[in-house]
């Protein structure tokens, strides 16, 4: 991993920031799951206590970066739940920065451990920005540096995988498939079809979070969930078609029979439940 000449570069012009706790390396190229168009997202990890110098950031990465106006924000520029980083390219190469207070990861985790998690608003996360995201990044992330050992210590906290926090996750969004379809009917009437759609993606993204935790498995970005959630050895068989005619259908502006795939969806979602007892 370490060869990766990107990597190389960025871990060895940051590493010397003075308050900088750890670098890892996250997204699909954290988990191996990465094509040849996949960007790099590294999470830049500080004690609450004692924050990096953002100024120092924006000097150290200005060397590497292809365009010297590349954006590197102030911390809570993006909100609360992704407080911060960078959007660049090195080397023609997508380069995203991410900042992490240890303080709150560390309580998210805690938490997930015992069931407990919340859902945010956070702009770039249309399905919302669920707290154990911060938990799965720990979990699936390739520590690039981490020089206390911070992130080894966390990610021995994040398996295996909590029953609580499975039991949880399909409690919370589990009973939500059917109210966005339902929601869905009644905007149909009126075809209303942004709505539609909305409660459409509500329905998909809520039933991937179910199936992700019945895996066992972290959903850190609602991008390509139910597509991957369809590859997991528990699943909907045939989701990821019935995912594309779906919004094919919606596309087409036949929004019952796009409603009917979904509640087949559901239906389908439920029986493995029962059948997994959970």
């Not at 709505?195 to 498995?217: D, E, P």
Request: glycine share 12%; with cysteine.
């Amino acid at each position: 991993m370490m060869e990766d000449p990107v990597l190389v570069r960025v871990v060895d012009a940051l590493r010397g920031i003075e308050n900088l706790t750890a670098l890892v390396l996250g997204g699909s190229r954290g988990r191996g799951t990465a094509g040849p168009m996949s960007d790099y997202d590294i999470g830049l990890y500080y004690e609450p206590g004692a924050p990096f110098n953002v100024e120092t950031l924006r000097s150290a990465i200005a060397p590497l970066v292809d365009d010297p106006s590349s954006t590197v924000t102030h911390f809570g520029e993006w909100g609360p739940w992704v407080n911060g980083g960078g959007w660049l390219s090195i080397g023609g190469v997508e380069v995203d920065l991410l900042y992490r207070d240890l303080g709150g990861v560390r309580a998210v985790i805690a938490d997930a451990r015992q069931g407990r998690f919340s859902m945010n608003y956070q702009v770039g996360h249309p399905h919302g920005f669920c707290s154990t995201i911060w938990m799965g990044e720990v979990a699936t992330c390739r520590p690039l540096f981490d020089p206390f050992g911070v992130i080894a210590e966390l990610k021995s906290q994040t398996w295996p995988y909590p029953e609580a926090l499975k039991n949880a996750l399909i409690t919370r969004f589990g009973w939500e498939v059917d109210f966005a379809i339902e929601n869905a009917e009644i905007a149909a009437r009126r075809a209303e079809r942004t709505h539609i759609a909305g409660c459409a993606y509500r329905a998909l993204c809520c039933a991937a979070q179910v199936l992700f935790a019945v895996n066992g498995r972290y959903l850190i970005n609602e991008k390509g969930a139910v597509a991957e959630a369809a590859t997991y050895p528990i699943t909907i068989e045939g989701l990821a078609e019935a995912q594309a005619e779906i919004w094919r259908d919606i596309g087409n502006g036949d929004h019952a029979r796009a409603l009917q795939r979904l509640r087949g969806l559901s239906e389908a979602l439920r029986a493995i439940l029962q059948r997994e007892g959970v």
